[in-house]
């Protein structure tokens, strides 16, 4: 009982968070008219209503194991969804345009592979590509351009691969609320101010630093 | 028996005639491409996409004829190849691949850049389902959905920008297609032919419809 309530509990509060996080990419999109914010508050979009639909399955106990066909049951027609957002989100992000129709095509094999074999690798392989790749390139282009939102999505997608990498239940909403409040931060610019400092005032800061021990001496 | 020995000599002549014709129109195809890229600095996509599709085909007519040819040969090249549409074989392969790159030419003609690669996506997804699970139900329905759609959309491109090289793939397209689709053998032999005079006439730049064309 205790283990259902702080499931609800731990995904009411993601749901909340990225819906907070909404705001801020949106007012960026009106402000600058970037439609990198659209796609990323899409893809936030994705993730919440991925979210709902996980908690109303639990809170109606209906069992996302079950095979619709096939061998292909609810969870993983949730996860193809999502999975489509977020590989056409990394192609968006690099801009490889000639690649858009690869993650439908990807998806529509592995239901058919699902229909015929029983067998979650393909799966699970295809989870954890889309997972950990887009993961470092975001944290990595983050880094690289200070970009806070980059990082945000970075340890999004870092904290949700690592929660379903290891399959245990309360390890996975604590990975996944991470991942929320991560994002959250992202949009609201915590990284840039606190992460990444203004290396220009940082320098001014040194700099009155040393001349006052000079002046001292 | 007359008509078998007719078919028979049409069927040797189209390999013989196909294993020079072929190779050589990639060939020249290969060298307009490589010459380009060297006063341009860049490849263009419409001739890497057509170079690509002959050498495919000299492959597939170097196998058939290598299949076909009374000598001694290897087993398991007859075993892989086949050179009938039974499921996914040798031969079935490489015309699947044609008939994507077919598709692509049209993307590319088109400039539909999100669907540059998309055929060649979803045969390459059909191959390595086959090789995890054997399946390979959609392999017919594609080159047929594929091969109509690449003749189909050739035509209208080569009308619409006035092109003589793709009304004259459009042809090639048809006349293979064509009697890949109606598996005749008289009139499968007698295309070999046509679609050889066509690939020369193309090949040595005479096939010239439009005087004037949009986009050369």
């Known amino acids: 009982m205790a283990v259902q309530f702080n499931f609800i509990i731990s995904e009411i509060i993601a749901i909340v968070v990225l819906i907070l996080a909404l705001r801020p990419t949106l007012k960026k999109w009106k402000d600058s008219k970037n439609r990198m914010y659209i796609a990323v508050s899409f893809y936030a979009v994705a993730v919440i209503i991925y979210s709902f639909l996980t908690l109303f399955s639990f809170i109606y106990e209906i069992d996302t194991n079950i095979y619709v066909i096939g061998w292909v049951k609810i969870g993983y027609i949730l996860g193809y969804i999502l999975f489509i957002v977020q590989f056409e989100f990394l192609l968006y992000l690099r801009r490889l345009k000639k690649f858009y129709t690869l993650p439908f095509v990807v998806t529509f ?28 390139l975001l944290l990595r282009d983050g880094k690289r351009n200070r970009n806070g939102l980059a990082i945000g999505m970075g340890l999004l997608f870092l904290f949700w691969g690592i929660g379903q990498s290891i399959q245990v239940p309360v390890f996975f909403q604590l990975c996944k609320l991470l991942g929320a409040i991560s994002f959250y931060l992202g949009t609201i610019g915590f990284y840039e101010k606190y992460v990444f400092p203004n290396q220009e005032e940082e320098a001014k800061i040194m700099g009155t630093w040393i001349s006052k021990l000079v002046v001292k001496d | 028996m007359v008509d078998d020995v007719l078919v028979a000599t049409l069927a040797h002549l189209g390999f013989s005639l196909n294993l020079f014709i072929i190779p050589i129109t990639a060939l020249i195809v290969g060298i307009k491409l490589f010459r380009e890229k060297k ?19 000299s492959v597939l007519v170097i196998l058939e004829f290598l299949v076909n040819v009374p000598v001694v040969k290897s087993a398991l090249l007859v075993d892989l190849f086949v050179g009938d549409f039974e499921g996914l074989n040798l031969y079935t392969f490489l015309i699947g691949i044609i008939a994507s790159l077919g598709l692509t030419l049209i993307a590319v003609a088109n400039r539909w850049e999100s669907f540059y690669y998309s055929s060649l996506f979803f045969y390459s997804g059909m191959v390595i389902l086959f090789l995890f699970t054997g399946f390979d139900d959609f392999l017919m329905i594609y080159v047929y959905i594929s091969g109509s759609l690449s003749i189909i959309f050739l035509y209208l491109t080569a009308f619409r920008v006035k092109d003589n090289g793709a009304l004259a793939l459009a042809i090639f397209f048809t006349i293979a297609f064509g009697s890949v689709a109606l598996n005749d053998d008289f009139i499968t032999r007698v295309s070999v032919l046509i679609y050889d005079v066509v690939l020369i006439i193309y090949s040595l730049g005479f096939f010239k419809p439009f005087k004037e064309e949009v986009v050369s």
């Not at chain 1, 592995?110 to 993961?135: K, R």
């Open chain 1, 109 to 136: 094999y592995l239901v058919v592979g699902n229909l015929l074999s029983e067998s979650a690798m393909p799966f699970i392989i295809y989870a954890v590509l889309l997972t950990f790749i887009p993961a470092y």
């Open chain 2, 39 to 57: 006063s341009t600095g860049k490849y263009n996509f419409v001739r890497v996409t057509i170079f690509s599709i002959f050498t495919t085909f």
